[in-house]
């Protein structure tokens, strides 16, 4: 579940990109979020996983204070988290595979992450999260 309670988000130049939002999202639902441009709709994404910090409420995750995670904390919560941008950001000289499994090089080795070894688990992992999305027919196709 995600929880709002009251979060705003104030730019340092003062502009209120959040003003006390308050919306709860349970566990498999389903969620659009329209509105003009400008309305905060790419502000309360970025919230979620602290690409931008909140700077007043509280924002939840299952049960996890978002704010409260610093370090390693972080990145870890951040890999539980899936966003597509409008801009890919993908490596488009490999696979959609590849692409997918680059998220883990944080926590690899230094020279599993420099050789781009991963272990069968974890091509698994990354093979069920593009079955998930719809796209395994694509994990070997160049991004």
Do not use: C
Request: net charge positive; glycine share 10%.
């Amino acid at each position: 579940m995600i929880e709002f309670k009251d979060v705003n988000k104030r730019y340092p130049n003062g502009f209120e990109g959040l003003k006390h939002i308050n919306l709860t999202i349970e566990q498999g639902e389903f969620v659009a979020i329209i509105g003009l441009s400008g309305a905060g709709k790419s502000t309360l994404l970025r919230t979620i996983n602290r690409m931008h910090d909140i700077t007043g409420g509280t924002l939840t995750v299952d049960g996890t204070d978002v704010m409260s995670l610093h370090g390693k904390e972080l990145r870890r919560f951040r890999r539980r988290i899936g966003m597509i941008f409008q801009s890919f950001n993908l490596i488009t000289r490999t696979t959609v595979i590849k692409n997918v499994l680059t998220a883990l090089v944080p926590d690899l080795p230094w020279w599993r992450a420099l050789t781009g070894i991963f272990t069968k688990d974890e091509q698994l992992h990354a093979l069920e999260a593009l079955d998930k999305v719809g796209i395994l027919d694509k994990a070997y196709v160049r991004a």
